[in-house]
């Protein structure tokens, strides 16, 4: 079955400096990728989105390229803010209307 | 629209107990998902529903899980008996049209205490 694997966190990150979580995918057929944020006590939230290969989604700064010689989607962001502390998710989905998830990545940043 | 709805948002029981969580999908969402989410093992889907009929059940971790979708605007996730080990946030999620491409919904969730 698909598979993703996300770097551990917490990642601590002084405001306005540069963001990088990894993550990497296994996958059969043609998958679609996302990244799903999640505020404290809230739901997941769709972050962006990529439906296929050299498809770059962003959305609120946030950017995330979709590598398929590298199986990889990582996401940046050039400068953080207090407000985007959560828990970052990245999942792949294939054929089936599945969504399988990474373990997600805890972002704290201080000010 | 008032986003997926998800209720009771906290609920603690004791062990043994039956537990029904319920959710209310965004109006005209054809898919409808239960995912369970602990510290171990992460988010977890657990079922899914498309137009009402369950899709994928293979999430389900027993027999003591069950859930329904008897219309369009209401599905049920029960555990009976309940135990301690059942302690999460389960989720509800909704999606127009299959999630390749389309946005999925998650609800507030609903935080299961099994004492």
């Known amino acids: 079955g698909n598979s993703v694997t996300q770097m551990e966190g917490p990642v601590t990150l002084s405001e306005e400096a540069f963001l990088t979580i990894n993550c990497t995918y296994t996958a059969t057929g043609y998958p679609s990728l996302f990244w799903y944020v999640q505020y404290p006590g809230e739901g997941l939230q769709l972050l962006l989105k990529?439906?296929?290969?050299?498809d770059k989604g962003s959305n609120k700064g946030f950017e995330a390229t979709y590598r398929k010689e590298t199986t990889s989607f990582h996401l940046e962001k050039g400068s953080v803010q207090v407000s985007d502390s959560a828990v970052y998710f990245c999942?792949?989905?294939?054929?089936?209307?599945?969504?399988?998830f990474g373990t997600g990545t805890r972002l704290q940043v201080t000010l | 629209d008032a986003g997926v709805i998800q209720s009771p948002r906290h609920e603690v029981t004791e062990m043994g107990q039956e537990v029904t969580l319920r959710c209310k999908p965004i109006?005209?969402?054809?898919?409808l998902f239960w995912y369970r989410q602990t510290m171990m093992r992460g988010l977890e889907l657990l079922i899914y529903f498309n137009n009402n009929v369950p899709i994928d059940d293979s999430g389900m971790p027993e027999d003591r899980f069950s859930a329904k979708m008897p219309n369009a605007s209401f599905s049920t996730l029960k555990i009976q008996p309940s135990e301690p080990r059942d302690s999460a946030v389960y989720f509800c999620?909704?999606?127009?049209?299959?999630?390749?491409?389309?946005?999925?919904?998650f609800g507030p969730g609903t935080r299961l205490t099994v004492l």
């Open positions: 990529a439906t296929k290969a050299d």
């Open positions: 999620a909704s999606s127009l049209g299959g999630i390749r491409y389309n946005e999925q919904f």
């Open positions: 999942a792949v989905t294939g054929t089936a209307s599945k969504l399988t």
């Open positions: 109006s005209g969402h054809d898919y």
